[in-house]
């Protein structure tokens, strides 16, 4: 189990401010060694005072602390009762302390690592594929879709046969356009460029602002698909520590543009980042924004998964903090309108003219027919009927997936439940490898992502990446309890591994 | 009027393969002069070998070669007659002795050129488009594009909603490698990379095999889409002389590869090349393959209109000839089944492996309802059926075009008429300026595309595309008149260039 930064040392003299984290730290420490069971009662504020000397305000303080991280739930005139699923959270902040290590800015070797993981997948019989990020077809809503698309074919089957604009359909364009104001982005439908899904943008974003060569700044994890993309484009991957809760450490990327001075861009999905699902505070999103700017690097915003933050929390795209030009938004409709449409899009601030050419020269247009039928779609109140059912199948299956973790893992296994989106990362207890327990349970049908595809480094091996993104059923609840049994076995060297 | 190569020159010794050259150039002279004019029937074999003195077989063998050429027709039992759009024929050969200067590998700048066109193009109200390389989109098979794109719907309507293959759907991918058993080609199914239209199979091809900076030899002229794509790449372009009637100078390409042995690659279009309309002939295609082999020069095929070569003609693939994996294989359905579906594929040779990884990196699947709508109506008599009605519609409308043109441009003015296809490639009477030609149409509503995007030397500028894509018209007729009388006004000075 990981030391807890937050254990009381009372040898120390400690600031108030220091005080209710380390009693926080204390429980804390108690709740993950199972002392304190999910259920349990905690001990009252008037308990804390008398039992650990310490004031109103800080006993109150540190029960916050812990109902904030999730460990904790509050019942009126009941007092705060141990939750189970948060137990066993990750480090909320990513360390510091490791950085130098990180520090060294690599070409990505990552098409070896993820090509290997993923020949493998395909050569093995899947009965269980919790490996993927997009959810279930059937929590999309197809039948709209399917109508829409077919009304846009009857009325206009010349799209099958036209040339179009290499931009994108009008009205898709302006959709689109209007739609991201809740995200606080103010554009001209001129603006959107459509493309092949995120991750086209991402490409010719990265194009326009960087060369073969150059040094991009990454989270650390991220997305495999980004690791491949620079490593495809000759670039090297910077990876910048990001904590599950509050996304990219901007004192790491700061200190990371002092080493670097010629970082050329940094790309990062700031809302349900991708495997950690942190969502970035409004604060550090405006600060980011401010400090790419003052040190001339490119940010190339990778917003997928805005659409399945809960209304509760801040979505807010850190373009809307952009007065420069200096920030690339590239957005996709893959996880929250359709997996299958293949939609993405961009707006590409001071680059905007450069990327209409990259775009022309690449992929030419987009198909019409999808962007029509989407336009169609999204124009329509079922579009929010859609997301808001989609976020609260999600709110739920990620809490049962966590909980089949909770109960199937080992001790010292640690989660992080992210308040939207469909996946878990799972960190496995004593340095285990997760490559063993991908062999492992692939052997039995079951497909995961494991940790040592989203980094260059090895820092992630014992991480894994699991889906919630079908509806959790009897098959997923056996599927979580085998491999917990397969991370038990290779515990206890009871698996040998090739 | 060009110099004629063919011209009787009797003063030199030569051999019997030079004089029906020499006897049948003096006769190109006087039908290029209208000496004798269209319809007009040529004198006698009996006469020919009267007047000039020369053998029955060098007599025959002249009117041979003018008939090959497209400059007479034979009418049974009554002789030879002369035709009319030919009378105008591009320089077949391309002159080897402007090599030199072509011979410095360029970094493509056609960026500003081809923007600044388009923007124009872009600002006018266009009423007629002759600038296109597509075809009017009632030449396609809409209605049953249509019903099979509904049908797919109807059937699978969770392929919007589903994650796919980055390879492509099975049934598509199989139609593909069935329908290439036509042009030579035999591959498996599972070597197919389905693409967003052919340029993104030339933009993955180029960056398996060359680098930033690397040289790349294009025909010249070439279709601009090639040079932006370069340019957007950072590589070299080096154009190579090419002939309307036999595609690049293999001739060219070997003094090429000679004085600059680090060619990565060859990018060309070996059937109906775009602008020029040529279809190699096999042992060219044959010969192609082999030189690129023995140089390690990777070998790029587009192929976005073998589906409209005639039966009379050979379409085999450059691929068809390829034992040791040195072709990449790209090609388009824009031409021949629909423009607006971006359908394209590719077949990578020994960089299958890279390309794979490249097109997921770059746009991971295409969109799977338009390939299984693709592959509904390919597999069907219907598909054959649609290609031969557009192979006789394009024949008719390149004819009409071309008739429009000899009868509406001033004399000087030279065209070739392909075998298929739907572009005109015209050169202008004395060195005028296509640019000018360009805008003085637009201020009319007419839009072509002017020689000087075919290249980026300046030696295309007094050239024109024109599409003939378009069912003739009088529209089309008006339009071919007035461009004639624009040409006819800046040769005298008529209009004053800005």
């Known amino acids: 189990m990981r030391k807890s930064p937050l254990s009381l040392s009372p040898s120390q003299s400690v600031t108030p401010q220091l005080l209710y984290r380390q009693l926080a730290g204390h429980y804390l420490a108690a709740i993950q060694s199972n002392t304190l069971a999910p259920g349990e009662r905690m001990p009252s504020v008037r308990d804390l005072m008398q039992q650990h000397q310490v004031s109103l305000s800080t006993a109150l303080q540190a029960l916050r602390y812990l109902e904030q991280d999730g460990w904790l739930e509050a019942r009126p ?18 360390n510091l302390s490791t950085m130098p290590a990180l520090m060294s800015a690599q070409y990505a070797g990552i098409h070896e690592r993820v090509s290997g993981v993923i020949a493998q997948g395909h050569g093995a019989s899947v009965t269980l594929d919790l490996s993927g990020a997009s959810c279930a077809p059937e929590l999309y809503a197809v039948e709209a879709l399917k109508n829409a ?23 898709f364009r302006q959709v689109l356009a209007k739609r991201s104001l809740a995200i606080g982005i103010k554009m001209a439908p001129e603006e959107v460029i459509v493309t092949h899904g995120c991750i086209e943008g991402i490409n010719l974003a990265l194009r326009a602002v960087a060369q073969a060569g150059d040094t991009v700044a990454v989270e650390s994890p991220t997305y495999y698909g980004l690791l491949q993309v620079l490593e495809s484009l000759g670039m090297r991957a910077l990876e910048i520590p990001t904590s599950p809760r509050t996304g990219i450490s901007i004192e790491a990327l700061q200190l990371a543009s002092q080493t670097y001075p010629d970082i050329k861009a940094l790309v990062l999905v700031p809302n349900l980042q991708n495997p950690l699902g942190s969502i970035m505070p409004d604060e550090h999103k405006a600060q980011l924004v401010a400090l790419c700017q003052e040190h001339g690097m490119a940010l190339i915003e990778d917003d997928s998964y805005s659409g399945l933050v809960p209304e509760t929390s801040s979505a807010r795209a850190l373009k809307s903090w952009d007065r420069s030009g200096n920030v690339i938004y590239c957005a996709s409709l893959n996880k929250v309108l ?15 003219a450069r990327l209409e050419m990259l775009k022309f020269a690449h ?116 599927g979580i309890k085998r491999l917990g049994e397969i991370v038990e076995d290779l515990l206890a060297g009871r698996v040998r591994v090739a």
Chains 1, 2 share one sequence.
């Open 77 to 94: 005139r009941s007092g705060y009762f141990v939750l189970p699923a948060r137990r066993m959270a990750l480090a909320e902040e990513p």
């Open 149 to 171: 698309a077919i009304r846009t074919l009857r009325k206009q089957p010349q799209v099958l046969t036209s040339m179009m604009s290499h931009r994108g359909n009008p009205a």
């Open 338 to 352: 359709a997996p299958g449409m293949r939609l993405g899009w961009m707006a590409g601030g001071r680059w905007q």
């Open 363 to 478: 992929t030419r247009a987009n198909e019409e027919w999808s962007q029509i039928a989407a336009a169609d779609f999204m124009a329509s109140a079922a579009y929010e009927r859609h997301l808001r059912r989609l976020r609260d199948a999600l709110r739920l299956q990620r809490a049962r997936t966590a909980d089949a973790i909770a109960r199937h893992f080992p001790v010292g296994t640690r989660i992080n439940v992210p308040d939207g989106g469909a996946l878990l990362w799972v960190e496995l207890p004593a340095q285990l490898s997760s490559k063993a327990v991908f062999e492992s349970a692939l052997k039995e049908g079951i497909k995961i992502a494991p940790g040592l595809m989203f980094s260059n480094s090895n820092r992630f091996n014992h991480f894994l990446r699991l889906s919630c993104g079908q509806p959790f059923s009897p098959r997923i609840e056996y």
